[in-house]
């Protein structure tokens, strides 16, 4: 079946690390893959997508690139900032599950300043 | 103005008790969904509406039922409150893309934490 596996945290870094969270996924079909962040109390936001293999989604110094030949994900960002410190979510979705989205499980980020 | 409104956020009760949780999305999405999130921040979905239409339904107690009287608001109501119903529950939509099965990103609400004691 569909599901997705991310790196468990939570993950410590000091201000202006480089920052890595790995996900990989499984899909029968031709998935969407998706980075979602959710801040303390609140509820997630998209941090970037990516539809199609080797298409790479950016957003606010965050890059993830779909590999299909690996089927990964992996979540990057050069420097982090204390402003960062959120959980990060790993998503798929599939056109023939009518958007079932299948999230993975989460991994909580803590910069330290 | 918020784009997917959950109500109330936050709901304190006693097991045995009936709630209900209501969501409007204002974004003119087609499909409305819930999803529970437990306390170590794992997501389920639990329910997905399409127009109006019940698409998803995953193995969810049926004390669990959802209503959606159009498509900008999906509610869930909640009969004999256990205590492992204590979660964070949250409201999303999405849309799909001209008739064409493209998998449109979700926007979540912000959530509404359910404690039942």
């Known amino acids: 079946g569909d599901s997705v596996t991310q790196m468990e945290g939570p993950v410590t870094l000091s201000e202006e690390a480089f920052l890595t969270i790995n996900c990989t996924y499984t899909?029968?079909?031709?998935?969407?893959l998706f980075w979602y962040v959710q801040y303390p109390g609140e509820g997630l936001q998209l941090l970037l997508k990516?539809?199609?293999?080797?298409d790479k989604g950016s957003n606010k110094g965050f890059e993830a690139t779909y590999r299909k030949e690996t089927t990964s994900f992996h979540l990057e960002k050069g420097s982090v900032q204390v402003s960062d410190s959120a959980v990060y979510f790993c998503?798929?979705?599939?056109?023939?599950?009518?958007?079932?989205?299948?999230f993975g499980s989460g991994t909580k980020l803590n910069v330290k300043p | 103005d918020t784009a997917v409104s959950q109500t109330p956020k936050y709901l304190v009760t006693q097991m045995g008790n009936d709630k209900s949780i209501k969501c409007e999305q204002n974004l003119g999405h087609d499909t409305m969904y819930w999803y529970k999130q437990d306390s170590k921040k794992f997501l389920k979905i639990m329910f997905s509406y399409n127009n109006k239409e019940l698409i998803i339904n995953e193995t969810v107690p049926n004390r669990f039922s959802p209503k959606s009287p159009d498509k900008a608001h999906l509610n869930l109501h909640i009969n004999s409150l256990e205590l492992g119903d204590s979660a964070v529950y949250f409201c999303?939509?999405?849309?799909?893309?001209?008739?064409?099965?493209?998998?449109?990103?979700?926007?979540f609400g912000e959530g509404s934490r359910l404690t039942v004691l």
């Open positions: 999303a939509s999405s849309q799909e893309a001209g008739g064409v099965r493209k998998t449109g990103e979700l926007f």
């Open positions: 998503a798929l979705s599939v056109r023939y599950n009518f958007n079932k989205f299948y």
């Open positions: 990516a539809t199609k293999a080797d």
């Open positions: 899909a029968t079909g031709y998935p969407s």
